[in-house]
């Protein structure tokens, strides 16, 4: 029975020892497939590294700032009564954006139209009207000074001839003189007092006019089509004349600002190119040499520059930039196909073949010119690169087609 036992033991072990002895073949069998299709070489599209005419450039660093800003802010005092954006609003240029309430203004108005039309009035004009000018001579207060005056003149005239004939005492005469002077005077005082009454008229109708322009100023529109940077005031508040109430920024086209060393600034003129790279832009982005500061910086010895960059919304103002400046068109240097440029965490690569392996090589670019990159440094002329390396790993074989 013992026997019979072992014997069914040992028959169970050999069987599992042949199962596990399968197992380990199969295994060893796989890795051995995989390896050698590790060790096989893989098949690769390259290019030589050569010169072509992209031409000459200067490298600088800068800013992207907005094209303008300013700050929408009240000329009048009063109470915010509506805000019609907020921060990331598009405006266009003369939206509305901003109110103050209106109503002391209207008042106001009001009060300045009644007092110019009292004005009018005391004129001997209506009370509305566009022109406050008048003839004064032709005034009733000044037509009755006129008539006293000339019925003065016309009997010293008389009282003369008779003081001649003697008729009359001198005293008479004396008294009517008076009485003319008296005329006179009265005439000219009624000329300057309705002189006095248009100048009065003049100032009523600036008040008005005053008043009306603070009426509108109670609106508060956009300058230029732009985006609204920061809102400043609330609903409510109680604003001071000037007081800001929302930031808006012009963001098309962008200035790109920055800083030209002194022996490259020679080479920098208005018009040039401007090939700007951003992190995070799908794409760079392509410019123009707008301003240049007439004077080096004696301090930093940089010239200050500006590119006005077209936007369609993927630059942001504040970001830093790399640009490329054009200076020479003409000019040769080395170029690689964009495809064969690898970039990964911020740092740019590409995949030479040497003795049939592929080795990785960092390099520095510069500008991009259609299908073509300008290499700076990293690689030589006639170096053999990999076109979409992808995932290929230092070291492994492969055969060029």
């Given at each position: ?6 014997s069914r ?11 596990a ?10 890795s051995?497939q ?12 390259t ?10 450039s ?12 300013a700050?929408?802010?009240t000329?009048?005092?009063?109470r915010?009564q ?18 103050i ?11 300045a ?13 209506p009370?509305?009207?566009?022109s ?22 016309a009997?010293?005239?008389?009282y ?5 004939d003697?008729?009359i ?5 004396d008294q009517v ?9 009265r ?5 300057e007092?309705i ?8 100032q ?29 005031a ?29 022996r490259?600034?020679m080479s ?6 401007v090939q ?13 040499v707008?301003?240049l ?13 500006e ?8 630059l942001?103002?504040?970001s ?8 020479d ?10 495809e ?6 911020g740092i ?28 700076l440094?990293g690689?030589a002329a006639?170096?053999?690169?990999v076109?979409?390396?992808g ?10 087609r």
């Open positions: 029975m013992a026997a019979s036992v072992f033991i040992t028959l169970a072990s050999v069987v599992v020892a042949v199962l002895g399968c197992g380990d073949d199969s295994g060893a069998s796989a051995a995989e390896s050698k299709r590790d060790q096989a070489p893989r098949r690769v599209q290019a030589r590294v050569e010169e072509r005419q992209l031409g000459s200067v490298l600088v660093n800068g800013t992207l700032d907005a094209y303008d800003r700050t929408a802010g000329k009048v005092a009063g915010l509506s805000l019609a954006v907020d921060l990331g609003s598009r405006v266009r240029a003369g939206q509305l954006v901003a109110r309430d209106p109503t002391d203004y209207s008042i106001r108005l009001t009060q139209e009644a007092g110019l039309a009292q004005a009018r009035v005391r004129l001997g004009l009370p509305q009207g566009g406050d000018s008048v003839d004064p001579t032709d005034t009733p207060p000044v037509r009755e000074a006129r008539a006293l005056l000339e019925e003065a003149r009997s010293r005239e008389r003369s001839a008779l003081l001649k003697g008729v005492s001198k005293a008479d005469f003189l008076s009485q003319s002077r008296v005329a006179e005077s005439y000219q005082e009624s000329l007092e002189r006095n009454r248009q100048a009065v008229a003049t009523r109708r600036a008040e008005v006019a005053l008043a009306r322009q603070q009426l509108a100023d109670t609106a508060i529109y956009a300058a230029f089509d732009g985006v609204v940077q920061q809102r400043i609330s609903l409510g508040e109680y604003l001071a004349a000037g007081a800001p109430v929302v930031e808006i920024v012009k963001i098309n086209p962008l200035r790109f600002r920055a800083e030209v060393p002194e490259e600034a920098i003129r208005i018009g040039q190119s700007l790279t951003v992190d995070g832009a799908p794409a760079p982005v392509t410019g123009r707008t301003r500061s007439p004077t080096i910086t004696e301090r930093t010895r940089v010239l200050q520059m590119a006005d960059i077209p936007n369609n919304g993927a942001r103002a504040g830093f930039a790399r640009a490329t400046i054009v200076t068109t003409t000019a040769t240097s080395l170029a690689i196909p964009s064969a440029l690898v970039t990964f965490a740019e690569k590409v995949v030479v073949v040497e003795k049939g392996k592929t080795k990785e090589k960092p390099v520095t670019t510069g500008r991009r010119a259609g299908a073509y990159i300008e290499v440094n690689v006639g170096d053999e690169v076109l979409n390396p995932n290929m790993r230092p070291g492994q074989a492969v055969v060029t």
